[in-house]
């Protein structure tokens, strides 16, 4: 069974800097889309950060620069670098991974609060 399970959420003072991880179960990143996604309290859900199975990443413009998405070669984790965070990165982030073709394979980790105080 594909599980998905983040860690890493805190808090911290804006300015700082956090690490997201996302360890997987029975799947393997290296080979689906994975990506970072946020949701702020009265929000959409957005997305943070993603990478194809290329290796090719994408970031949301308010975080560029400052955020970093990567995995290991394992395929087993994925990560979020985040610095010089601001309060309006404040949010639940949830790791997602799924298959670029297959519409059912869409998995999601249970979400990591951050909250960065001003």
């Known amino acids: 069974q594909v599980q998905l399970v983040e860690s890493g959420g805190g808090f911290v003072q804006a300015g700082g800097s956090l690490r997201l991880s996302c360890a997987g179960s029975a799947i393997n990143f290296n080979m689906l889309i994975v990506g970072w996604y946020r949701q702020a309290p009265g929000q959409q859900r957005e997305l943070v950060a993603d990478?194809?199975?290329?290796?090719?990443?994408n970031y949301a413009d308010s975080v560029k620069g400052r955020f970093t998405i990567s995995r290991d070669s394992a395929g087993k984790t994925m990560f979020l670098q985040m610095s010089s965070l601001k309060p309006e990165d404040t949010a639940v982030y949830s790791c997602?991974?799924?298959?670029?073709?297959?519409?059912?394979?869409?998995?999601w980790g249970q979400g990591t609060q951050v909250t960065v105080s001003s």
């Open positions: 990478i194809t199975t290329g290796g090719r990443t």
């Open positions: 997602n991974a799924r298959h670029p073709f297959i519409t059912g394979a869409n998995y």
